[in-house]
């Protein structure tokens, strides 16, 4: 159960294996492989969540990244039966399949993207070619569909997205992102050599978010690692 992760809502979060990308910062590297064993059955979950009804206010499905699964829309109408409403974690590595959950019917009621650098910083960050194409393009899935949405950027120190924020989150802005959230990244969970902290780390953070707050988006959040 989680108050964060769908912001302003009390949901039940469900992880999924999977994930084409090999993010620097990932806190959750033991989901990448899809050929792990599961933890838990998905009629667990639904069992789980047939409890909870006038409980909680929704599910949010995350990974790994969620869109990889071939059986999500099948989860997600589990879901929608069981009168919750849905959101989505994505960092955008499957446009198409994003924007099937849009359109023309709407399955999908909240997405949280991940947009983790410029498109041409992206292979520095995921280790995969083309992949900031996707993530954009995905951006402009979300945008024209209308759903609610937040937008995140994860930095740390070094990072593309540290050293390129400002234009990042003026993209965002002029593209019609009406929520934005600045991540800062954190040791926890991730693989061994990952470095989440720098002498003036936190400073610069600060006057990162600052100079994305001034832009005006709708909602804007900081989230701190600690």
Request: glycine letters at 10%; a neutral charge.
């Amino acid at each position: 159960m989680s108050s964060c992760d769908w912001p302003g809502r009390l949901v039940a979060t469900v992880f999924l294996q999977g994930c084409p990308w090999q993010c620097v910062y990932c806190h959750n590297p033991d989901l990448i492989d899809p050929r792990a064993p599961g933890v838990m059955a998905w009629s667990e979950v639904v069992d789980f969540l047939r409890r909870r009804r006038g409980l909680l206010d929704g599910v949010v499905f995350t990974g790994g990244e969620p869109l990889r699964s071939a059986g999500l829309p099948q989860a997600i109408a589990d879901v929608r039966d069981l009168g919750f409403a849905v959101g989505l974690h994505t960092g955008g590595s499957y446009p198409r399949r994003l924007e099937a959950l849009l359109e023309p019917v709407r399955l999908v009621d909240w997405v949280g993207l991940d947009i983790k650098a410029l498109p041409e910083d992206y292979a520095d960050v995921v280790g995969r070619p083309g992949s900031g194409e996707r993530a954009w393009r995905s951006l402009e899935v979300v945008l024209a569909s209308g759903v609610e949405h937040e937008v995140r950027t994860t930095v740390h120190p070094g990072s593309p997205a540290a050293a390129h924020l400002p234009e990042i989150a003026e993209r965002l802005r002029a593209a019609g992102v009406r929520s934005f959230a600045v991540q800062q990244a954190r040791a926890l969970g991730t693989r061994a050599g990952f470095t989440a902290s720098a002498p003036g780390w936190e400073a610069e953070v600060e006057a990162l978010a600052d100079g994305a707050r001034s832009l005006g988006f709708d909602r804007f959040a900081l989230r701190r690692a600690s």
